[in-house]
Every structure is written in C-alpha cells, then in structure tokens.
C-alpha cells in the first residue's frame, strides 16, 4: 500500500479516507498568500457511491487502496440485482447491487467478461467495490427509428436502443442491426464498427 503526499492525491486515484476506499474524480492545489497550500479534492465513497468534497493540507497523506482486479462473467439482471460468476468456475455466483454499479449497470452485456474491483480491508475481507469496463465496447442496435430526411431540428441525432436496452443519442444515419462502438466512461456513440 502506497502513501501519497497531499499534491499526490490526483483524479483516478483511489484512496482510503475514513478507512473507506473513495475515487479521487477533481483536485485542485491551491496556494493563497497567506496560507500553506492545500488540495481540495472531490472524493466518491465506492462502498456508498456518494460525492463528497474533502481537502488535504502539506503535512496530511493518504493511503492507496488496495484494489485488485478480477475477472468476471456477467450473468443477467433482475429487480435492481446484477449477477456475476467466476469465469473458470459457473457455479460461483455472486450479486452486486446497481447502486454499487452505477452507471456501469447500463454498458453491461450477458456473458461479457468484466473486471472486478475488489477491495480488501484490514480485517482481511474481500469486498467487490465496482467494474471497469473497456474504454470502448461494441453493441448491436435493436431499435432505431428511421431518419426523416430534412429533421435536424434535433441536431441531427436520434435515440436509439441498444442489445441490453440502453437508450443512446446516435447520429441519424445508425439503423437497426448495425453494430456500434461507444465510449463507456462518457456513455457517448463514437463509431459504426
């Protein structure tokens, strides 16, 4: 486990703070004239998935988490519950909750393999805190209403609905049956494949 200094503590990190693992998503160091400088930082507890600002002053460090990556398979989703298993081994199934998922929940495919971001605390514990997905994935458009020629009153775009029902704004010229490519971390279109 690494310790960071307080200018150290960068968007992508994940820190512990308050013995929970939380993703470091804005810094900023400030100096005032008066003041020592300080890092003002956004934190994302990846235990509860709430947003919240903390500030790490030149004398303060943080921990590393310690996370782990770890292949799974993606099962199905039902009621809010996203089920997983070990690629080697089906019969060792587990849920996660879509509150953990965030918006992951909606780039997920049946019988995709993901990472699995898992943490472990200091009593030994094992948990699953999140998934990394591939920046860029591929998916087959099970609807798309047909383009009107002359309507670009919605700026040329239109939604769509993708294999796993995911609704996405394309450009008018994607049809049902193609096959596209979007960027996970922003949810955007990025090509036809």
Avoid at 65 to 94: H, M, S
Avoid at 146 to 170: M, Q, Y
Wanted: charged share 30%; net charge negative; with cysteine.
């Amino acid at each position: 486990m690494a310790t960071l200094e307080y200018s150290e503590i960068r968007s992508g990190k994940i820190i512990l703070h308050d013995d929970e693992p939380c993703e470091v998503i804005d810094s900023h160091v400030a100096r005032t004239q008066q003041r020592k400088p300080q890092n003002q930082v956004k934190l994302r507890s990846l235990m509860s998935g709430k947003v919240f600002p903390a500030t790490y002053h030149v004398s303060d460090k943080a921990d590393e988490a310690d996370i782990e990556k770890r292949d799974v398979k993606f099962l199905y989703q039902n009621k809010g519950e996203f089920w997983f298993c070990n690629p080697t081994n089906p019969a060792d199934r587990f849920k996660l909750d879509e509150n953990l998922l965030g918006n992951t929940a909606k780039f997920l495919k049946a019988n995709e393999t993901v990472a699995a971001l898992i943490w472990t605390n200091d009593d030994d514990e094992e948990k699953t805190i999140g998934l990394k997905l591939p920046i860029k994935m591929e998916f087959k458009v099970k609807e798309a209403p047909p383009a009107v020629r002359g309507d670009t009153s919605k700026s040329g775009n239109k939604t769509i609905t993708l294999e796993n029902g995911t609704t996405l704004s394309t450009p008018m010229f994607i049809t049902e049956g193609d096959t596209i490519r979007l960027n996970t971390e922003t949810g955007e279109y990025v090509e036809r494949a």
